[in-house]
């Protein structure tokens, strides 16, 4: 029997990790949809390689932009190309910046954008709110309900998940799942660049990997109820600043 801390932890993983997975695979296919998932993730390849040179084996942040890249299918020259843009002097440094604010139904809602002219950004996502009848929130204000986490999605290779654990542990590692033929690592905001550090040491083999706000309660809603939201969150995931979008929406 496992001790119960394990018990504990794997329980709580798995209701996380079915809440990122469920949002990462919907945000996904929203994003193959429009066509907006090679500009998103080129975006973040060029930020990485701008701010620690365009060596993928010497720029950590650069190697996960391109897994990234990969894990959708990317073309090679795509991600060449975004790595080219970061070394043009002519390129504007893009600006990270986060929105907050109270969707339809009371449902939090966390905009991430990268974007070189923060004006136009912020006049477009306080757009996405007022259309709906929601409104921009200060930032920090919504930060309570969502823990910041660093996700990994490994490949499931059989290894034994309380020894994986034990390995980890020391690497920042807080919650470890197991499901559908993948594996799942938490850990804090502050300790990703370790556990992908860990990773790599180990050799295995990372699919993705990403900073998550993972909602710590869920609003329930009505069908009608979550088209309302859903409407607002499409509006919101078809502009090319916009990043990723967050919300504590129990979603089916």
Not at 25 to 54: L, Q
Not at 134 to 155: C, H, I, M, N
């Amino acid at each position: 029997m496992l001790p119960f801390f394990v018990t504990f932890t794997l329980l709580k993983c798995t209701i996380m990790g079915r809440i990122f997975e469920k949002r990462k695979h919907k945000m996904f296919a929203r994003w193959a949809k429009m066509a907006k998932a090679f500009t998103r993730v080129g975006k973040d390849i060029s930020m990485a390689a701008k701010r620690g040179g365009p060596d993928p084996n010497t720029n950590a942040q650069l190697r996960i932009a391109i897994q990234n890249a990969k894990a959708i299918n990317m073309p090679k020259a795509n991600i060449e190309s975004a790595i080219q843009r970061a070394t043009n002097k002519d390129m504007k440094d893009y600006e990270e910046m986060v929105y907050e604010g109270y969707g339809p139904h009371a449902v939090a809602v966390v905009v991430e954008t990268a974007t070189d002219n923060p004006t136009r950004t912020v006049a477009n996502v306080r757009h996405c709110f007022t259309r709906v009848g929601a409104s921009l929130g200060k930032t920090g204000s919504l930060e309570f309900l969502f823990e910041r986490k660093g996700v990994f999605e490994v490949v499931d290779e059989g290894q034994d998940l309380e020894e994986l654990e034990l390995e980890l542990i020391d690497s920042g590692l807080e919650e470890i799942d197991k499901a559908d033929g993948k594996i799942y690592i938490y850990t804090a905001f502050t300790d990703f660049g370790n556990m992908q550090k860990a990773l790599e040491e180990r050799g295995i083999q990372v699919s993705t990997a990403s900073l998550e706000r993972i909602p710590t309660n869920q609003v329930e809603l009505n069908d009608e109820q979550r088209a309302e939201v859903q409407k607002m969150l499409d509006y919101l995931e078809e502009d090319d600043d916009v990043q990723a979008v967050f919300h504590n929406m129990k979603e089916d």
